[in-house]
């Protein structure tokens, strides 16, 4: 599994403790450690963005489920796009868990609106979409379930929504939150993929449901009143994503990485469309006033992510380590092989450095640029072995 430490991951986990053995895929190094007695999960340390360690650590799994999203830094400084991450990360998992001899592979995404072009989507549910394509584009079996947010104790969007609600008492909202959504429990996402697992024949794409359809603006209104709490709302004709942003992930307590991708998607009107398994989960789906609850204790603070114990150490640890990451995404000159753009790459960069900066290549085809002296490195680019 990977994304078996987050907030899912955990539940899903847990649940099924008795009916499987996970193997969970972690870049944490404490999270491999302190997991090492752990009597469901084999944690293994390796780096989604490595195709040779994720390899390596799927092996043995017969089943796979994919629950990553790049929102987060990985390195101390990245150059990219979560959009061009994710499809590397996507890219990497499918290709691995084929040469793994994996089954079929379960992926958790967003819910995307029916009535709006592809070109129409937010940047955040575009990736989604995109993903979902690369994780199908190969030969094993694959199946999409779409959630929106998702409520339960620990979870990123009840926090948020849970923060807003306890600081604010008064709030601006913008146009963004008169638009539709489709909440839904952690129970019944876990429910659902606890069907698939069991299931080989489900393969294709399901929306999951199970809350009323409401506005942005109904939620947080709502939610406070489960709180004890009257929220006075003023409306306001703009949408204005670049204040709503700061101040969403200032009084949400929410990485400003994870708020942007939510606003953007939440300027579509979604909802989850009827199907098979949504079927078989709606009519005892966990109600919306349960769900806020259940991510509260009974001072009313939002249970903290699952991931909290081991972050801060992972954070010290990717600022120790000074490592960069750089992805970019560039249109490929036809029959041109990865190794021929990395030497025009390093013929460039000599020319126009006026050979300050210098390359070469040893045999294994690791490319070293170096400045003046060989010794001096400056950048070091190793091949991975792609199928």
């Given at each position: 599994?990977?994304?078996?430490?987050?907030?899912?991951?955990?539940?899903?986990?847990?649940?099924?403790?008795?009916?499987?053995?996970?193997?969970?895929?972690?870049?944490?190094?404490?999270?491999?450690?302190?997991?090492?007695?752990?009597?469901?999960?084999?944690?293994?340390?390796?780096?989604?963005?490595?195709?040779?360690?994720?390899?390596?650590?799927?092996?043995?799994?017969?089943?796979?489920?994919?629950?990553?999203?790049?929102?987060?830094?990985?390195?101390?400084?990245?150059?990219?796009?979560?959009?061009?991450?994710?499809?590397?990360?996507?890219?990497?998992?499918?290709?691995?868990?084929?040469?793994?001899?994996?089954?079929?592979?379960?992926?958790?995404?967003?819910?995307?609106?029916?009535?709006?072009?592809?070109?129409?989507?937010?940047?955040?549910?575009?990736?989604?979409?995109?993903?979902?394509?690369?994780?199908?584009?190969?030969?094993?079996?694959?199946?999409?379930?779409?959630?929106?947010?998702?409520?339960?104790?620990?979870?990123?969007?009840?926090?948020?929504?849970?923060?807003?609600?306890?600081?604010?008492?008064?709030?601006?909202?913008?146009?963004?939150?008169?638009?539709?959504?489709q909440s839904t429990d952690i129970q019944d996402v876990v429910k659902a993929i606890g069907i698939v697992?069991?299931?080989?024949?489900?393969?294709?794409?399901?929306?999951?449901?199970?809350?009323?359809?409401?506005?942005?603006?109904?939620?947080?209104?709502?939610?406070?009143?489960?709180?004890?709490?009257?929220?006075?709302?003023?409306?306001?004709?703009?949408?204005?994503?670049?204040?709503?942003?700061?101040?969403?992930?200032?009084?949400?307590?929410?990485?400003?990485?994870?708020?942007?991708?939510?606003?953007?998607?939440?300027?579509?009107?979604?909802?989850?469309?009827?199907?098979?398994?949504?079927?078989?989960?709606?009519?005892?789906?966990?109600?919306?006033?349960?769900?806020?609850?259940?991510?509260?204790?009974?001072?009313?603070?939002?249970?903290?992510?699952?991931?909290?114990?081991?972050?801060?150490?992972?954070?010290?640890?990717?600022?120790?380590?000074?490592?960069?990451?750089?992805?970019?995404?560039?249109?490929?000159?036809?029959?041109?092989?990865?190794?021929?753009?990395?030497?025009?790459?390093?013929?460039?960069?000599?020319?126009?450095?006026?050979?300050?900066?210098?390359?070469?290549?040893?045999?294994?085809?690791?490319?070293?640029?170096?400045?003046?002296?060989?010794?001096?490195?400056?950048?070091?680019?190793?091949?991975?072995?792609?199928?």
């Amino acid at each position: 599994m990977a994304g078996a430490s987050g907030f899912v991951g955990t539940f899903l986990r847990k649940s099924f403790a008795d009916q499987y053995k996970w193997i969970g895929l972690t870049r944490s190094p404490s999270m491999e450690r302190n997991g090492r007695d752990d009597p469901v999960t084999d944690w293994r340390q390796c780096d989604l963005f490595s195709l040779p360690q994720v390899r390596d650590a799927m092996e043995g799994a017969e089943l796979a489920v994919y629950m990553v999203h790049s929102m987060l830094p990985s390195s101390r400084l990245v150059q990219g796009n979560f959009s061009d991450m994710d499809l590397l990360l996507a890219d990497n998992f499918i290709r691995a868990a084929e040469e793994a001899g994996v089954k079929r592979v379960i992926y958790l995404g967003g819910l995307i609106p029916e009535e709006e072009e592809e070109s129409q989507l937010s940047p955040h549910l575009a990736s989604r979409l995109e993903v979902e394509r690369v994780l199908k584009g190969r030969t094993i079996p694959v199946t999409v379930l779409r959630a929106g947010l998702i409520f339960g104790p620990g979870g990123s969007s009840a926090r948020l929504l849970l923060n807003l609600t306890k600081r604010l008492p008064w709030m601006v909202f913008p146009r963004w939150t008169r638009n539709t959504t489709q909440s839904t429990d952690i129970q019944d996402v876990v429910k659902a993929i606890g069907i698939v697992l069991k299931d080989d024949s489900m393969t294709g794409t399901y929306d999951l449901g199970g809350h009323t359809p409401m506005s942005y603006g109904e939620m947080i209104l709502k939610t406070g009143r489960l709180l004890g709490r009257n929220t006075v709302s003023i409306n306001f004709p703009a949408n204005m994503f670049w204040l709503s942003r700061s101040w969403v992930s200032w009084f949400g307590s929410t990485s400003p990485n994870l708020v942007n991708p939510l606003l953007q998607s939440l300027r579509h009107n979604i909802h989850a469309r009827p199907n098979p398994l949504l079927d078989r989960i709606v009519d005892d789906a966990v109600p919306f006033k349960e769900s806020v609850l259940s991510a509260v204790n009974p001072e009313g603070i939002p249970h903290p992510n699952p991931r909290q114990s081991t972050q801060q150490l992972d954070n010290k640890l990717i600022h120790r380590d000074k490592r960069v990451r750089s992805i970019q995404r560039m249109p490929l000159p036809p029959d041109w092989p990865a190794m021929r753009i990395s030497k025009e790459y390093s013929n460039w960069i000599s020319r126009a450095s006026m050979r300050i900066i210098r390359e070469r290549r040893d045999d294994a085809g690791v490319l070293r640029l170096s400045f003046i002296r060989r010794r001096w490195v400056l950048l070091e680019l190793t091949p991975t072995p792609y199928s």
